[in-house]
């Protein structure tokens, strides 16, 4: 079922249930493959004005299709990027978190999620 507020047949629901079908066939779970394709598309949604909020990494990090076609093929660890790492610890309440560099965020976060 795709994300709220995308309707049947619209061209959000195809992409939809085209990436959730893509994911499936790459041997993801059912479930994890939901929550891709819904990520993806309330991330294009965002970015493209369509959703009614749009949090910053959303507009202004480079595009779903496009990081994971950077992402894929390559021995770069993969996961979020610094701006994604920052606003989880600014959601998290981590002190000092604008002078870190990513490794040190992400360190910041995993620390502050165990200890939850």
């Known amino acids: 079922m795709p994300p709220r507020g995308v309707k049947k047949g619209s061209k959000r629901a195809r992409q939809y249930e ?3 079908d893509s994911a499936i066939d790459q041997g993801k779970p059912e479930s994890t493959a939901e929550e891709i394709a819904a990520r993806t598309v309330n991330k294009e949604r965002a970015r493209s004005g369509e959703s009614k909020q749009a949090s910053r990494t959303s507009t202004r990090d480079m595009s779903s299709s496009r990081r994971g076609g950077q992402r894929s093929g390559t ?3 993969k996961g979020r990027t610094r701006d994604q790492l920052y606003e989880e610890a600014k959601h998290l309440g981590v002190a000092g978190r604008s002078k870190m560099d990513k490794e040190q965020l992400q360190r910041a976060v995993d620390g502050k999620k165990s200890s939850r």
């Open 18 to 20: 085209h990436i959730k």
């Open 75 to 77: 021995n770069r660890p």
